[in-house]
């Protein structure tokens, strides 16, 4: 996430690590205290910066998981969304490139019932035919918007910095149109730090999303063997890394497993 004050390169990737570490993401119809009391341990809450709306750090991701064909069994990511929202989670993140991950979001939060409650996160990946063309940008939206059962949409990022010059204009019109309440970026890469710290002194931003910062070099080796040593240390995570990161899934993409080291910066 971004604020509006100008960012060393230091405090910019600090900020980076910390904000995909803590995933800052989360729902304003959520009410902590409501789910203490019933039994549940309320989630950690942070504030996003520009409106000190207080969310979850926790969300749960679609990428590959919630891509299922038609005809394959659902019922199961069904019952992970009820669980995750009957244990107080509420940001749910996804993308019109993860395939059926959108339809299956949008059917299982609205057969639940729980649509209002649900932060979504999305992205857009368009170009367009020619030099200000928003038209492939504005049929995307319609479809995700379609296909999750919804009017607006919690966050809408540009997806890995595509065509971001162009972009990042028509999402700051969806967000004074009132069909985006959040505009960000996206980019796993470290390589494109310098991007993205040129993107978020502009102030426009209010979400960043870098998951490449736990990965690369940080600028305090320390915090890095925090993250670390408090990753590590949560229960079931030693299983859960000895595991594929998408059991019987075959991805064909650049995401590798384990990821890459971060080029090294002169």
Not at 13 to 26: D, E, P, Q
Not at 156 to 164: A, D, I, P
Not at 208 to 219: F, Q, S, T, W
Request: with cysteine.
């Amino acid at each position: 996430m971004a604020s509006e004050l100008p960012t060393s390169r230091r405090r910019f990737l600090a900020g980076m690590a910390t904000t995909a570490a803590a995933s800052l993401l989360g729902s304003t119809a959520f009410a902590p205290g409501a789910f203490a009391q019933q039994g549940g341990q309320a989630p950690i809450m942070r504030p996003i910066p520009k409106t000190a709306e207080m969310i979850p750090a926790i969300g749960l991701g679609t990428f590959e998981t919630f891509d299922i064909r038609p005809g394959e069994t659902r019922d199961n990511v069904r019952e992970v969304i009820r669980l995750f929202h009957a244990r107080g989670g509420r940001v749910i993140d996804t993308s019109p490139l993860y395939g059926m991950a959108e339809v299956c979001v949008g059917d299982f939060v609205t057969d639940l019932g729980i649509s209002e409650d649900i932060f979504i996160t999305n992205k857009t990946w368009t170009t367009g035919d020619y030099l200000s063309d928003n038209s492939h940008s504005e049929r995307q939206l319609r479809q995700s918007r379609e296909r999750l059962w919804r009017d607006q949409i919690d966050v809408l990022q540009v997806h890995s910095l595509e065509n971001h010059d162009q972009v990042r204009h028509w999402l700051a019109q969806k967000k004074a149109e009132g069909s985006v309440r959040y505009i960000g970026i996206t980019q796993w890469s470290p390589e494109y730090y310098d991007t993205m710290e040129r993107l978020v002194n502009t102030g426009t931003l209010d979400f960043v999303d870098n998951m490449g910062a736990l990965y690369g070099e940080l600028p305090d080796p320390a915090m890095r063997k925090r993250m670390a040593d408090h990753y590590t240390g949560l229960a079931g995570v030693a299983d859960a890394l000895k595991q594929p990161p998408y059991p019987g899934k075959n991805y064909g993409g650049v995401v590798t497993w384990p990821f890459p080291q971060a080029p090294q910066r002169t």
